[in-house]
């Protein structure tokens, strides 16, 4: 198994343009977790999904933030606009059934926003 | 609130010194706690948890709930140590929501 995967592993995008980065989570878990890590504030929940469903999204920063789960191995966060203070390292991470709290991290995507 | 804090942004220590990063937390109800770790280039993994009582790699912590602490510690540092480290809080009910701290950078001097 590949474990979590994320796209892109990096991106560069100006001020205002959307921003989408992708999640594919572990085959079979049912839990999916959105992060946001920075030097300030380190490791953020945004949100997450189990079976699929939103349960909790308290930590999505604006409206600006999206996050979408359409299909058990699919996730979307969307930023739109973006601006600069989104640059960060956003991860995905996922959970397997049983094991609720042990979550298997993505590569994380690195975004700059400029 | 769930609260977790980990005071040190960063620990530097000499290779075969003893290491201790600490952990505090805030929650009311009966905690789960964990440490993860992030090596260079490497994925956020699960380092331990501590209704394990296990040891990982030589780090064992104890969970010590009339002082809300759950300090990460090993009498030996090696070079492969250096890394990030985050305290995690985890409740029932939660869904598997995780609580991080702050993280500590954790830096092995030969």
Avoid at chain 1, 10 to 17: K, Y
Avoid at chain 1, 99 to 108: K, L
């Amino acid at each position: 198994d590949a474990g979590v995967i994320q796209s892109p592993r990096h991106e560069v995008t100006e001020m205002g343009q959307e921003v989408t980065l992708r999640c594919k989570p572990i085959s079979g878990h049912n839990s999916l977790f959105w992060y946001r890590q920075t030097m300030m504030r380190g490791l953020e929940l945004l949100i997450y999904f189990n079976n699929n469903v939103p349960i909790d999204d308290s930590g999505m920063p604006e409206d600006r933030f999206s996050a979408k789960m359409p299909n058990a191995s699919f996730s979307t966060l969307k930023i739109q606009p973006s601006e600069p203070r989104d640059s960060a390292v956003y991860f995905c991470a996922s959970t397997p059934s049983g094991q609720q709290e042990t979550q298997y991290f993505g590569p994380g995507t690195r975004l700059l926003v400029l | 609130a769930q609260r977790v804090t980990q005071p040190e942004k960063l620990l530097s220590v000499f290779k075969g010194a003893p290491v201790e990063l600490k952990c505090n937390y805030s929650y009311s109800g009966s905690p789960e706690l964990f440490w993860y770790v992030q090596y260079s280039r490497q994925r956020l993994q699960l380092l331990l948890r501590h209704i394990s009582r296990e040891s990982i790699k030589g780090f064992t912590a104890d969970l010590n709930k009339g002082e809300t602490s759950f300090h990460l510690k090993k009498p030996f540092a090696q070079e492969e140590d250096s890394a990030m480290y985050y305290c995690a809080l985890g409740w029932t009910d939660s869904w598997g929501k995780l609580q991080f701290g702050a993280g500590t950078q954790v830096v092995v001097t030969p």
